[in-house]
């Protein structure tokens, strides 16, 4: 069963609790909104927590070429995951930010929390993009094309960024 799965089962409301065994999960996926080319391997409801059992160092969301890895609607969270290879659409008939930037996490108003985001990338913010907050994570050798390897929009709190910068806004 992939984490998307369990994303799209009914029984999931708001304010519930999804959470992950050890693994990697690197098959799934879906791609959010009508005009979007960018697979996402993880869509998250919103209002939904989805945290990992024993943390990134043993938990890893994988994503691949044209598919980032997790896509965080508002108010959820997304605790204890490695998010690892990532990457967005970048070829030149793909339009639209959600379709080109965050390799690693695209976020609207959701919190990212010890989570490990690493060899992502995107045209901007190859770790993240959008306007997500992220709390005791690190960011390692995310890669961009035009601006920001690491974040660009979200606010970092208490987190680690090497071989790559961020940019927020």
Not at 21 to 49: D, F, I, L, Q, W
Not at 77 to 84: A, M, Q, S, W, Y
Not at 116 to 128: F, L, V, Y
Not at 145 to 169: E, Q
Request: proline share 1%; charged share 20%; with cysteine.
């Amino acid at each position: 069963k992939t984490i998307q799965a369990a994303m799209d089962d009914d029984r999931v409301k708001a304010f519930h609790v999804v959470h992950v065994k050890p693994g990697t999960y690197a098959t799934g996926g879906r791609t959010e909104g009508s005009s979007s080319v960018t697979k996402s391997r993880v869509v998250m409801k919103s209002r939904v927590v989805l945290e990992s059992t024993d943390g990134p160092s043993v938990t890893t969301i994988k994503g691949e070429a044209g598919c980032r890895c997790v896509f965080v609607k508002a108010d959820c969270i997304l605790r204890g995951f490695t998010l690892e290879g990532g990457q967005t659409d970048l070829s030149a008939a793909s339009t639209g930010d959600a379709n080109r930037h965050g390799g690693g996490v695209w976020g609207d108003k959701a919190t990212v929390i010890g989570c490990i985001i690493r060899n992502c990338k995107a045209e901007r913010g190859g770790g993240e993009y959008g306007s997500t907050a992220f709390i005791r994570c690190q960011f390692l050798g995310n890669t961009r094309t035009s601006l920001a390897s690491s974040g660009v929009n979200g606010s970092f709190y208490t987190c680690l960024f090497v071989s790559g910068d961020s940019y927020a806004l």
